[in-house]
């Protein structure tokens, strides 16, 4: 029977690929391309996502606040769209109008063979060195309280007024 450190890391191992995900060049829907370590960030979400899934669209603009309210923190939330047409994913993004979240495309799905996603939408909490140590699947109203959590146990304390 594993002792209890080692079903620790198992459980905060990050899946195989996953550390390179930081160092993947992602494309924007409207052009250009976004790189999640050229960002800086103290904690990465990476969101996997798509404009059909009902989950998904509900999930995104809890996302978007918690990228509004924990950006200044230096969390990055990259919504990655597994669609394949970067213009659909652009009348989307007008539609919803998301402001705080940096939405890319995984028209390949590099992101999602490296994280291995049993449904969508699927919620990955990475460490600044891209270690994966929350991983959230699916979305029902009340998961962006244990997202939020999740995230603010990797960052330091806020300064004191």
Do not use: N
Request: hydrophobic share 50%; charged share 20%.
């Amino acid at each position: 029977m594993p002792t209890l450190s080692l079903m620790m890391m198992l459980v905060l191992a990050a899946p195989p690929g996953a550390e390179s995900l930081l160092s993947t060049t992602f494309p924007v829907p409207g052009g250009g391309e976004v790189q999640a370590a050229t960002l800086k960030p103290t904690v990465v979400v990476i969101d996997l996502w798509a404009t059909w899934c009902k989950p998904c669209i509900a999930a995104l603009p809890k996302l978007d606040a918690i990228a509004r309210d924990l950006g200044p923190r230096g969390v990055v939330v990259l919504a990655v769209s597994q669609d394949e047409d970067p213009a659909l994913v652009m009348r989307f993004l007008k539609e919803v109008r998301l402001e705080h979240l940096r939405p890319v495309m995984d028209v390949d799905h590099q992101a999602a063979a490296k994280l291995g996603p049993k449904t969508l939408p699927s919620t990955f909490v990475l460490d600044a060195t891209g270690v994966v140590r929350a991983t959230f699947e699916g979305y029902k109203p009340g998961d962006e309280v244990k997202l939020r959590a999740a995230i603010e146990a990797l960052l330091p304390a806020p300064p004191t007024p």
